[in-house]
């Protein structure tokens, strides 16, 4: 009886694959399950009926399309909790592991799907297998041990406050569940207490970020332009690595605590942090699957270049910085591949001792430090490929300032300028084309006052007397604008004692 029903279903199947591939016939019915030799439907197994998924082994294949085989081929490759033995490394598989009649009823169909799609679309590169890292605590690699401490970790966040189901799905949209609670797992050695421990410190971060949805709107969160920030902060998303991860570049030798002081606070950059994270991470991971079909980790990459850092930089905010974003990190467990320390100077070797006391172990076993510039190029080269590398770096893409330009102008604004104005630096000019225009405007917390001037030629085209009295709390002050081109301009800055400001001048087209 077994035999006959093996040929019938073969049959059926031979059959809907000339159907779907002739397209000469259509069926109605929906996506459960349906016995190939009666065609009447079985009881409902829990299985989704959305009919662009899933199709029985008797059922037309014909409404499969280029929309809908994407999902189709997505589930042929996905590892599922609800799938336990396809968590499991092929050496666990070796014993015995009993399987539902619905997985082995589900897996025969949607193979024989995947082979009529391939027959209608082979260009389609996620028409693929499972995909498995391959690497330990990772699905498809567990032993049953560890199986079986993802089950429970699972049944237990379904248990626990929604907000620790929350942290663990964060990446949802190109995250699948398997991963996500193998993630959380590893970061911990699969020690289910340890890592509700660790997220348990972590609930009032993700609490009170969650409180501003995370952030989306970062102009409007720091109350001033990112555009602005980033010059003062060197911070951007660029490429994607030879192995996939999304490449993320900080010029740590360009920062500039003054000025970031006078636009926002701590606060401020770890905004910076939960909207880097919650979207343009996700951004990047979705466009890297896009490209790399297999794959499937939720890690990136990190580049620090110390280039031109002083020791001065490198203080107690420099270190209460990293704090907080470590405590920011913890929500996010296991997603660093890998962080590699460009151009660092000697005496970062000291202050090195002191980070890694904020960093988990495994995260600190990730990261390389180079001193030496030429063979930071010869890493940074052999990690990325040229098309995806910064030209700093010696790849064919254009330049971090480049880059960073591009990333962050805002709609109308051709160009813009950023000066650090103090009793050092009084002047600063700049040129206007013809239909060029310019706003001016100062970011400043000092409390002492100053007086600013637009000037062109030898007379003074706006003057405008700036007093800000608390010093917990940055201001903006818009001093000229707008400006008409051509010419060339000064503005002049007159202090009545120790400050920063910070002069912005958006430069826009009339055009």
Known sequence: MLSLQCLSCKKSAENDVNIFQNGDKKDERGSIYFDARESKPEEDVGISREPSVYFDAAQSMSVLNEENAPQIAKHHRRISIEEPSTLLSRKSLQKPFRRS?????????????????????????????????????????????????????????????????????????????AYSLCRFLRARKFDIDEVFKMMDDAVPFWKEAKAQNFYPDLN??????????????????????????????????????????????????????????????????????????????????????????????????????IKKQSDIAVCFPETLNKMVILNAPGFFSLSWRAIRKFLNPSTAQKIEVISNEKKGIERMKALIADHNLPSDYGGNAASTASIMEVQCQKDGVIRQFVEQMNNRKKKHE??????????????????????????KDSGTLKSCEILHSNASTPSCTKIAGPVQGPGKLNVVAEFTGACTFLLVGEIKTDQ
């Open 430 to 455: 700049f040129e206007l084309k013809t239909l060029e225009s310019v706003t001016l405007s100062v970011f400043t917390r000092s409390v002492s006052s100053a007086k600013f001037s637009l000037r």
């Open 101 to 177: 009649n619905r997985s082995i009823r589900r897996e025969s169909t949607l193979r024989r799907m995947q082979l009529a799609a391939k027959e209608k679309f082979p260009s389609f590169a996620f028409l693929a297998p499972q995909v498995k890292v391959g690497e330990w605590g990772f699905p498809g690699e567990l032993t049953k041990d560890e199986l079986t401490i993802c089950q429970t970790f699972h049944s237990e966040l379904n248990e626990r406050d929604s907000v620790y189901k929350e942290m663990v799905r964060a990446f949802s949209t190109v995250e699948d569940e």
């Open 220 to 321: 409007n969160a720091l109350g001033a332009p990112l555009s602005v920030v980033t010059t003062q902060f060197p911070t951007f998303k660029f490429g994607i690595a030879k192995n996939g991860c999304p490449v993320t570049y900080t010029l740590a030798g360009r920062i500039n605590a003054e000025g970031i002081n006078c636009m926002i606070d701590l606060d401020g950059l770890l905004k910076v942090q939960w909207n880097n994270i919650m979207f343009q991470f996700v951004e990047k991971i979705a466009e890297s699957q896009a490209e790399h079909p297999s794959f499937v980790r939720c890690e990136g990459m990190n580049v620090m270049d110390l280039k031109g850092l002083s020791a001065s930089q490198l203080n107690s905010n420099t270190l209460d910085v």
